[in-house]
């Protein structure tokens, strides 16, 4: 059975900092592609980013240059670093396993997590 647990996020002011992470059972992780979505109220969920068995990493345009997606084999564990957030960053964050990566294009993986809420407000 497999178990994405995310954890990390919380309430935090405009231009601070956040961590999230995402602890992996139930698969072999090494071999799996790891993501960050988000859903903000009202709205779809979106994509953050996404990184590779081999540690490619993929970002929507939004959050370029600001987070960090990164991923320890060892801990079975995928990172997300949220640097200099802003209110519209405030949603909840999923993490998503079963990634492929074509070279060219990605999959959405079969398994989520529950979410872990993120809220920028002043």
């Known amino acids: 059975q497999v178990q994405l647990v995310e954890s990390g996020g919380g309430l935090v002011q405009p231009g601070e900092s956040l961590t999230l992470s995402c602890a992996a059972s139930?698969?072999?992780?090494?071999?799996?592609?790891m993501g960050w979505y988000r859903q903000a109220p009202g709205k779809e969920r979106e994509l953050v980013a996404r990184?590779?068995?081999?540690?490619?990493?993929d970002y929507t345009d939004s959050v370029k240059g600001r987070f960090t997606i990164s991923r320890d084999n060892a801990k079975n564990t995928v990172y997300l670093q949220m640097n200099r957030l802003k209110p519209e960053d405030t949603a909840v964050y999923y993490c998503n396993a079963g990634i492929n990566w074509y070279g060219s294009s990605w999959s959405v993986g079969n398994y989520w997590g529950k979410g872990t809420l993120v809220t920028v407000s002043s």
């Open positions: 990184i590779s068995r081999s540690s490619f990493t």
């Open positions: 139930g698969i072999i992780f090494s071999n799996s592609g």
